[in-house]
């Protein structure tokens, strides 16, 4: 729920229940008031009355005039002295209607030894239209109220949280990549500049552990090449020896290789390290297809070495890339179709409408699909160092080209679409 | 031949002065930045490689010094960052070739050798081996005067071999340097041998005696 509906929402049924409570008391202190007035003229009649009676000791004329009545019953008892309301006692009245409402005051009198209930009423219809006229002058200033609270307040909330929205939409585009703090949104509302203070802070922070943490494992990565350099050079000399056993040179091997998969995985991580922050800026048009052929020519051994049937269905297509990324890309993605593949399988590689397919028929994955192109995900007789494809991705985020893997047909297929704005597409 | 081996790590200086002297160079290490301006100030070397980061100095600035004073000794960077930008400054200030740590020796000696040979190779670009002749300028191989036909790979194996006679080089060494360093650590090093092979029958049936061994499980060694 939006802060802005939850705010009229709870502000308006507060006003509505204030206005509701306010109107009603209004209500009754106006008929209060008006009926007193209406029982202060009955006082004065009654007053008139007494006084005729006292000075006469007789009744005075029953008058009946536009809308107050006077009537004398003799009685036989005196009533206590009451105001009440009535309706109907128009008897006298020119046009009596049954519904009309009347205060009345009744009250004995004795005259001339009779005694008389006297009953002085006046029609309440004036006071009864006064206050449906008031009551509807407020209905109408209640809702233009409310009208105009829910206007204001939607063009202020709108126009005071515009600061909080710059604030919110800045945390949401910040990129540990980009490397750049949060914009200042130079509010002068107190609470909005200290969030915006405490976010950009924040953020600071967090460039600043970043940046620690990426240069603490690239010079980890770093340290790690001369120990390695002396190990293999070390070996170099070893294997020189005439007077080393054949038994030995299995171990070695072993050795070798193991150095070879550190340096490469160090050599790895750096590479994603700088990927990632977007240390390859050089771009340059690159012709894809001519890059495919050349790196397959590269591989060929390779993929000799496991007999597989390679295809080819290669469109033109030059792309807006760095040299050295496009060369890991196409690398990384074909040497992984040859090395798991099956021996004597199939390696396809597909550029058409502006998509490259490379599809290999091995083995099915014994891992979650889902996490191909996560770091150190790897088959369990894999050689690799679980980071190419790793890799790939991280290209192709750079570089905003959706990177999709499947499964179809026993054919692993990695994909992937580039943007149509971002090449010039020349068939043959 | 002289070298100069700038170097802060002892043990790698070692190794590549061990491995280097064995041929007719004769090496020296400067193990840091002040002791190498010393003698890249005092004498002339053929080639130095030279460490960039070393505890007092970095190797750039020796580069750069160097290239002040007018010196035409052949650099080899030798660089724990493996880094793009480091190989291309290095280049740009003069270095005539860059390798990341680590390196097979094997590897640095074929650098080192080629550094020479490009340097002194006035009149002079064939590396004879017996009756073998490597051209490196035309890129050609004869043997007993007969040109040879090989492959690109048969001859970039065959000059890493001259480079290193006599030494036993790893199969990951000759991987590396004919596939690159992506390429490494593959699953199996058949195509290697079959390079290898072709090679070898290559050679011999040309009349040049079998130079190329195999040693069990490790690598070759083209033993003259």
């Known amino acids: 729920m939006k802060l802005f509906v939850k705010y009229s929402r709870v502000n308006i049924i507060a006003s509505i229940g204030a206005l509701l409570l306010g109107s009603i008391g209004y209500y009754f202190i106006v008929r209060y008031v008006l009926v007193h007035q209406l029982d202060d003229t009955l006082k004065i009649e009654e007053a008139e009355i007494l006084d005729y009676v006292k000075t006469r000791d007789r009744l005075p004329e029953p008058a009946n005039y536009r809308d107050q009545q006077i009537r004398f019953i003799p009685a036989e008892t005196p009533v206590a002295r009451q105001f009440v309301h009535t309706k109907g006692r128009g008897k006298g009245a020119r046009h009596p209607d049954p519904d009309e409402p009347y205060r009345e005051l009744l009250f004995s009198v004795r005259a001339g030894g009779q005694l008389y209930v006297v009953s002085v009423s006046k029609s309440e219809e004036e006071t009864e239209d006064l206050l449906q006229l008031m009551m509807l002058i407020t209905a109408g200033m209640i809702l233009l109220l409310l009208g105009t609270l829910f206007l204001a307040n939607r063009l202020l909330l709108r126009r005071i949280w515009q600061p909080f929205y710059q604030s919110l939409e800045g945390i949401r585009r910040f990129n540990l990549s980009s490397r750049e703090p949060l914009p200042v949104t130079g509010t002068d509302i107190d609470e909005f ?236 | 031949m002289k070298l100069l081996i700038v170097e802060d790590e002892k043990a790698l200086a070692d190794s590549i002065l061990h491995y280097l002297t064995r041929e007719s160079f004769v090496c020296e290490v400067a193990g840091s930045y002040v002791s190498a301006l010393e003698k890249i100030e005092l004498y002339d070397y053929d080639c130095i490689l030279l460490d960039i980061s070393l505890p007092d100095g970095n190797g750039l600035q020796l580069l750069k010094e160097l290239k002040a004073n007018h010196k035409s000794d052949g650099v080899l960077i030798i660089s724990a960052r493996h880094s793009i930008e480091d190989k291309v400054s290095g280049l740009q200030l003069g270095a005539d070739d860059y390798l990341a740590k680590p390196f097979h020796l094997s590897e640095l000696k074929a650098r080192v050798a080629a550094i020479i040979r490009r340097r002194h190779s006035a009149g002079n670009n064939v590396i004879r081996l017996e009756e073998i002749g490597i051209d490196t300028l035309a890129r050609s191989v004869e043997v007993s005067g007969r040109p040879l036909d090989l492959t690109r790979k048969e001859y970039q194996l065959l000059l890493y071999f001259a480079y290193n006679k006599g030494r036993v080089v790893s199969k990951n060494a000759i991987a590396e340097h004919l596939w690159g360093d992506d390429t490494g650590a593959a699953a199996s090093y058949d195509f290697i041998y079959t390079h290898i092979k072709n090679l070898r029958r290559k050679l011999i049936e040309a009349g040049s005696r079998d130079y190329i061994q195999s040693v069990y499980g490790m690598g070759y060694k083209f033993a003259l």
């Open chain 1, 193 to 428: 500049r200290s969030l915006d203070e405490a976010a950009r802070l924040m953020t600071l922070q967090i460039l600043k552990d970043y940046e620690i943490l990426k240069n603490f494992a690239d010079n980890a990565s770093h340290e790690m090449q001369t120990p390695l350099a002396i190990i293999n050079s070390k070996l170099d000399l070893m294997i020189q020896d005439p007077g080393m056993e054949e038994r030995h040179h299995r171990p070695i091997q072993s050795i070798y290789d193991a150095i070879s998969r550190l340096r490469q995985l160090n050599q790895s991580l750096l590479l994603l390290t700088k990927i990632g922050n977007n240390q390859f800026v050089h771009t340059e048009q690159m012709d894809l297809a001519a890059l495919i052929e050349e790196k397959l020519v590269q591989l060929e051994d390779m993929a000799r070495d496991r007999h597989l049937v390679v295809r080819t269905d290669l469109d033109k297509l030059s792309l807006p890339v760095n040299g050295y990324l496009a060369d890991i890309l196409l690398n990384n993605l074909l040497l992984n179709a040859i090395r798991h593949n099956r021996e004597g399988g199939h390696l396809d590689v597909r550029l058409r409408d502006g998509s490259l397919r490379i599809s290999n028929s091995g083995a099915e994955l014994s891992f979650d699909p889902a996490t191909i192109f996560d770091r150190f995900t790897k088959g369990p007789h894999s050689a690799g160092t679980g980071l190419g494809l790793a890799i790939v991705r991280q290209i192709c985020d750079n570089y905003r080209w959706p990177l999709v893997y499947a499964y179809e047909d026993g054919m692993h297929v990695m994909e992937i679409r580039f943007p149509l704005q971002n090449f010039d597409k020349i068939h043959h």
